[in-house]
């Protein structure tokens, strides 16, 4: 098992920068693929950014390419979102998530584990 817990959520104006924690537990880190995911109000849940085991590999959602940065800790069981030049379109609940496979890291299924999730609000 594998515990997430998300945290850095805040209220911020368009324009600012926030940087996301998920700090896991229970197994190490480094065994899984990691993304995040987020959903806005009334909208499903949509694939944000991956990254791999060793960090070597990332992936973007075209809406946040170039704006948000995915990073890890392995040494710390630890992977961050920072993101810059917020929207309010980026207003939802992000979710930190853990695949031990290799699959589609875009879908949500491919995840294991899911953190309860840290909620982002962007005023304009």
């Known amino acids: 098992q594998v515990q997430l817990v998300e945290s850095g959520g805040g209220l911020v104006q368009a324009g600012d920068s926030l940087r996301l924690t998920c700090a896991a537990s229970?197994?190490?880190?480094?065994?899984?693929?990691m993304a995040w995911f987020r959903q806005a109000p009334g909208k499903e849940r949509e694939f944000v950014v991956a990254?791999?085991?060793?960090?070597?590999?990332?992936y973007y959602a075209d809406s946040v390419k170039g704006r948000f940065t995915i990073s890890r800790d392995n040494a710390k069981n630890t992977v961050y979102l920072q993101m810059n030049s917020l929207k309010p379109e980026d207003t939802a609940v992000y979710y930190c998530?853990?695949?031990?496979?290799?699959?589609?890291?875009?879908?949500?299924?491919?995840?294991?584990?899911w953190g309860q999730g840290t909620q982002v609000t962007v005023s304009s």
């Open positions: 998530a853990a695949a031990f496979y290799d699959s589609n890291y875009m879908r949500s299924n491919t995840y294991n584990y």
């Open positions: 229970g197994r190490t880190l480094s065994n899984y693929n």
């Open positions: 990254i791999t085991r060793s960090g070597a590999s990332t």
